[in-house]
């Protein structure tokens, strides 16, 4: 091993390998990671965090998709080691203390879910749709759900949740 | 699954360390990574070490340049560079032109600077190895034959960078930075002919930032693609009119993006019609490209107003 990095939060060489420190869900997080390591691969194989689903591995999908410093990052075509030193948010991180978020009290409450596998990546856009822009227009809406890809094609649904979502947003400021 | 080959990862702090690594043989300069990215999972590309510019603070912000134009960093992610209110108050459709970038995710992570620098691209080579492998390859990767033009001697992978165009049009600079100092390259004669060789900008050179001039006159900017979203272009067509005529910039119909003029819009179209050439470098019917080619154009045209 070599010695530990001084400074909190960099990426340090070790061989093939480097010292990644992060914040996963606001847990201070440290491990050995290659260069070539997904952010995907690290949060599902290395941190177990399974939420985040494995989907196109290309980044066409949006099955991927996690927050980084607040921003919707496709996990897939991420490199772990390229987020050295920030804030990590998985589907995992969303509901606090056991009470879903409204994003995915919409989607229960709308059942805008067939066989399930988009919604965390649906989940994870949405969040960011409504922090950065609370107010979004239909259309806003929709360009931004572009991101995200239903294979069961449950869109009418999902649309539904997500209105209904951004309704219990506005209603809580 | 589709996991990457091993390579080693770099995050330097300053343009002269990044210059230095991106020159070391087998390095590849890495930005938002959304293209990138998916041709490492495709071995189109096998580096032994990527470079990240996220820590490079030279590439990042829009400042007054000379002339009353804007000097944009090259690391600007695109949907800062859409939202931003210089550019969208003088150069709107560089602001239309970024927000078409294949989804809002995508532009929150892709760059400025990497979309100036993308892989040219064509239905026979942007596959999987084992796809590409059961066709022997093609010019651009592992073969010898062109699939699109199997008597040719050149790759016509098409040019698929949809801020280009419109940077084309209004006369912006590429600016990298090299281990043998800076260079100015035209974003007009920044691309060159073949698809395997589409970049005039040397191995390793890293672009810090683009000079953009100030706008003369209003641009139109078209994207033609399949979806409404993720999808790259089929055609790209920016348009402007000034004193002279009708001035456009044609793309994703070959290696790089061409330049037409006429002092009509029938005279621009019969221009355009002469020399842009679409192949079978995507899967749509080369006929109906070509067509879409004068109605786009025509559309674009009756944007201006």
Redo the contacts between chains.
Sequence with gaps: MTTPTTTPMA?TRVA?D?VLELLVNGEPTRRLV?????LL?FLRDELRLTGTKHGC????C?AC?VLVDG????SC???A??C?GTAVETIEGVAVGGVLDPVQAAFDAHVAAQCGYCTPGFVM?LRHLFADNPDATESELR??L???ICRCTGYVKILTAARDAQRRIQAAR | MLPFPRFSFEAPDTVAEAVRLSALPRAMLLSGGTDLLPSVKHRLFQPDVLVSTRRLRELRGVREGADGGLTVGAGMRLSELSRDAQVRLRFPALAAATASVATPTIQRMGTLGGNLMLDTRCMYYNQPAGWRAALGGCLKCEGTVCHVAPKGAGCYAAHSADTVPVLHLLGAVACFATTSGDLRIPVAELYGDDGRTWLNSPPGALLVSVDIPDAKAPIAYRKLRQRGAIDYGLVLTAVTREAEGFRAVISAVGPRPIEVSGATAEALVDAALAVVQPLATHQQAVPWRRKMVKVELRRAIGELG
Excluded at chain 1, 34 to 38: A, I
Excluded at chain 1, 71 to 74: A, D
């Design positions: 990426t093939q480097l290659p260069g070539h390591r997904s691969e591995d290309v980044g066409d949006g998709t921003e919707p990052r496709l075509i991420t490199l080691a390229d050295a856009t360009t931004a572009g991101s995200n």
